[in-house]
Every structure is written in structure tokens, then in C-alpha cells.
């Protein structure tokens, strides 16, 4: 009967194992309309509407009842946007964009309240060429960055 129960909570513990590990989320890349060096935009949807961006960081929301609302991205005067990531995840919209300027390239990833449009918060990256990123657990990874998805302070292990 012991080796019986001693089985029994071994099952247990692999199963609650097993299920308590977080899927891999992977963000997709938005759809690109027009020209590298001209005027493009950048367009995607999620559940909560549909999305375009501009090159320039100016963002508008519509909602599936039609409303429209303005958002802008950090940028920089004269940064361009080159490529935008986006996964809806826990009710937000997180979103990996990378910029450049005549001298330099950078990326921003942001986690937005969708509703409010507003920034939960924003994390700089060195560098503007980033790898599709992905949510795994409880961190976002770019490349071998791990970005904590709560708070987005980038660990250092």
C-alpha cells in the first residue's frame, strides 16, 4: 500500500509539473505598407482592434465599434521605424519596434494597456538588430536578452 501511495504522489508531482510550465508565446511580425526609405506603415490586429503605425511612431487604434484614437512611440526626431513585432498577451499588446537614424540603430519594447493606449512600461535595446521575440513564462527573450514581462527591467543573470 505504501509503494502504492508512494506511486500515486510521484504521477502527481510529474503531472502538476508538467502542466504548471508556461507556453511559448511568439510575437509576430506586423505587416509593412510602402517603401523602406519613404512614408510606411505598419499594420496588425488583436482581439481588441486593429493597429497601424506609422514610420514615424504615430499609432492609431480602431475599435471594432469604429472609434479611432491617436497613440505615439518613443522614437526620437528623426528615427524611423523599420520593423514592428506585436503579441497580445494577458489583455495587453506588447510591441517590439526597431529604429534607426542616419547614425544608429535601436529597438524599444514596450507593454501597452490596450484600452487606454497608455505604456505599462518601455525598455530600451542597444541595438536595432533584434530577433523575433517571444514570451516564455514569466520574461520576454530577444535573442539572449530575458526582459521580466512584469515590470520589463532586463535580467542580468
Not at 3 to 23: D, E, H, N, Q, T
Request: charged share 25%; with cysteine.
Amino acid at each position: 500500500m505504501n509503494k502504492f501511495v508512494a506511486v500515486c504522489l510521484g504521477v502527481l508531482m510529474v503531472v502538476s509539473v508538467g502542466i504548471s510550465r508556461a507556453k511559448v508565446e511568439a510575437f509576430a511580425l506586423a505587416d509593412r505598407v510602402g517603401e523602406p526609405d519613404e512614408r510606411s506603415f505598419f499594420l496588425f490586429s488583436t482581439s481588441a482592434g486593429n493597429y497601424i503605425i506609422r514610420q514615424d511612431g504615430m499609432g492609431e487604434y480602431t475599435s471594432p465599434k469604429g472609434m479611432r484614437r491617436v497613440f505615439y512611440l518613443k522614437l526620437g526626431a528623426k528615427g524611423r521605424i523599420d520593423r514592428v513585432y506585436f503579441l497580445e498577451h494577458e489583455g495587453d499588446l506588447f510591441l517590439l519596434y526597431a529604429a534607426h537614424d542616419a547614425t544608429s540603430e535601436w529597438a524599444y519594447l514596450t507593454r501597452m494597456e490596450q484600452m487606454k493606449r497608455k505604456a505599462r512600461w518601455l525598455t530600451p535595446l542597444s541595438s536595432g538588430d533584434v530577433q523575433a521575440p517571444q514570451i516564455d513564462g514569466d520574461v520576454v527573450v530577444i535573442g539572449s536578452t530575458e526582459i521580466d514581462k512584469l515590470n520589463g527591467r532586463v535580467r542580468q543573470d
